[in-house]
């Protein structure tokens, strides 16, 4: 059975940094694409970085509000995905969730297994 | 905020059938880039539902069905059950001149009466 789970979060003053973990077990981690969404209280999802598996590269790609502040990077031998996020702004509170990338194609990719989230609080 | 559009709520009796729209653009689901769905009950993660526009993974009941056309994708739940009282989201791929990137929808509320 797939399991991720997340860990990090808490509460951290503007212009801080954070950093969050994500636990796996359960399939290959160093095979799979793993990217992170974050979720503001009581709204939307929004996506907020993919990295690919060494194998295919191990490239990383970031949405526009976090690029430059926050780096994806990924330990395969211990399983573990990690979210550093510097200069952090209130506008960065929110759930946070890791997930696997399943693909039909490049462009074709999805959140197919989650996990349960861990709450960044960003606040003076 | 978000480049996909879905209406705040809908709802419906149990047994009913219900549709979610989801309007994009010629940058995401008009350039021929799927849809994934994602269901969200309350207090959890986001499940996913529909992936490649209109494929369950297994496990996802026979009742919830994605389609797709031109710059909209829907996703109808047919027998609509209390259980299914939750967030719904698409998501597609968009690439614009302001850069690339996955993209989810507004969300819906799905309120079974």
Request: hydrophobic share 30%; aromatic share 10%; net charge neutral.
């Amino acid at each position: 059975e797939v399991q991720l789970v997340e860990s990090g979060g808490g509460l951290v003053k503007p212009g801080g940094s954070l950093r969050l973990s994500c636990a796996a077990s359960g399939f290959t981690f160093s095979n799979a694409w793993m990217k992170w969404v974050r979720q503001a209280p009581g709204k939307g999802l929004e996506w907020v970085g993919r990295i690919k598996s060494k194998a295919d590269g191990g490239a990383t790609d970031y949405a526009a509000p976090v690029k430059g502040r926050f780096t994806i990077s990924r330990d395969d031998s211990k399983n573990t995905l990690y979210l550093q996020m510097n200069s952090l702004k209130t506008e960065d509170t929110g759930v946070y969730y890791c997930t696997t990338v399943g693909c039909s194609s490049s462009t074709s990719c999805y959140g197919d297994h989650w996990g349960q989230g861990t709450l960044v609080t960003v606040s003076s | 905020q978000s480049v996909l559009t879905q209406p705040p709520s809908v709802s419906g009796a149990p047994g009913q059938r219900v549709t979610i729209s989801c309007t994009g653009s010629s940058s995401n689901i008009g350039a021929g880039y799927d849809v994934h769905w994602y269901q969200q009950l309350p207090g959890t993660a986001p499940k996913l539902l529909i992936y490649g526009s209109s494929n369950r993974p297994s496990g996802v009941p026979e009742r919830f069905s994605g389609s797709k056309s031109g710059t909209s994708a829907s996703l109808a739940i047919t027998g609509l059950q209390a259980e299914d009282e939750a967030d719904y989201y698409c998501q597609s791929y968009d690439s614009s001149q302001s850069g690339s990137g996955y993209v989810f929808g507004t969300g819906t509320k799905v309120t079974v009466l």
